[in-house]
């Protein structure tokens, strides 16, 4: 369903397992970063309504996920720590265009944002499976649910917005892009690390 191009290497839970704190607070902050970024493409597309309708329970969607793992973090008595950067993210984010229309614009940022959701939805797929710990084993597969939607609705707003271009070529350019990338990561506790 997702397509991705490289998996993520099982013995990545195995680095989780070894931190915790780190990815709990890692994925706090990816959880914030998503809801923020279902806003900027509201604030940036608003003429469309169905969108803004759809993205608004999803930018809600994540705040609660950010909540939920925020409470995980308190009850095993860890801090939520600083904002971490999602180098991850930033490499991803250079496949999108510069100085095309708005239309173009918006398409990239939604193929941008469901590549990313597909990616976490991967990785929570594979530390619901292989975690030792039965609670996060537990929420992580909810939340690759809930991921998976996020996936879809990104990706099916760039296909009904997309007049004009090409978007499935896009996509795949994208895939193709974001397997280069993922070559470098799965490395350190990081949900995209």
């Given amino acids: 369903m997702l397509n991705?191009?490289?998996a993520t290497d099982p013995r990545w839970v195995n680095i989780v397992e070894?931190?915790?704190?780190?990815?709990?607070?890692?994925?706090?902050?990816?959880?914030q970063k998503?809801?923020?970024?279902?806003?900027?493409?509201?604030?940036?597309?608003?003429?469309?309504?169905?969108?803004?309708?759809?993205?608004l329970k999803l930018a809600?969607?994540?705040?609660?996920?950010?909540e939920m793992v925020h409470e995980i973090i308190k009850q095993r008595g860890y801090k939520l720590g600083r904002e971490r950067k999602d180098h991850y993210v930033n490499q991803l984010f250079q496949f999108t265009r510069n100085g095309g229309n708005r239309q173009q614009s918006m398409v990239d940022r939604l193929l941008f944002s469901a590549m990313i959701e597909a990616r976490s939805c991967e990785r929570f797929k594979l530390l619901s499976e292989r975690i030792k710990d039965p609670e996060l084993s537990k929420f992580y597969k909810e939340l690759m649910i809930s991921e998976a939607g996020h996936y879809t609705t990104f990706l099916g707003f760039a296909r009904k917005y997309g007049?004009?271009?090409?978007?499935?070529?896009?996509?795949?350019?994208?895939?193709?892009?974001?397997?280069?990338?993922?070559k470098n990561y799965g490395t350190s506790e990081r949900i995209h690390g």
Wanted: hydrophobic share 40%; with cysteine.
């Fill in 163 to 182: 007049e004009g271009i090409d978007v499935e070529k896009r996509w795949k350019d994208l895939i193709e892009f974001e397997g280069e990338i993922i």
């Fill in 18 to 31: 070894s931190n915790i704190e780190e990815i709990l607070t890692d994925h706090a902050w990816c959880e």
């Fill in 4 to 6: 991705l191009k490289l």
């Fill in 60 to 66: 809600q969607e994540e705040l609660e996920h950010f």
């Fill in 34 to 55: 998503a809801a923020t970024n279902a806003i900027t493409i509201i604030t940036l597309n608003s003429e469309h309504t169905d969108l803004v309708t759809d993205l």
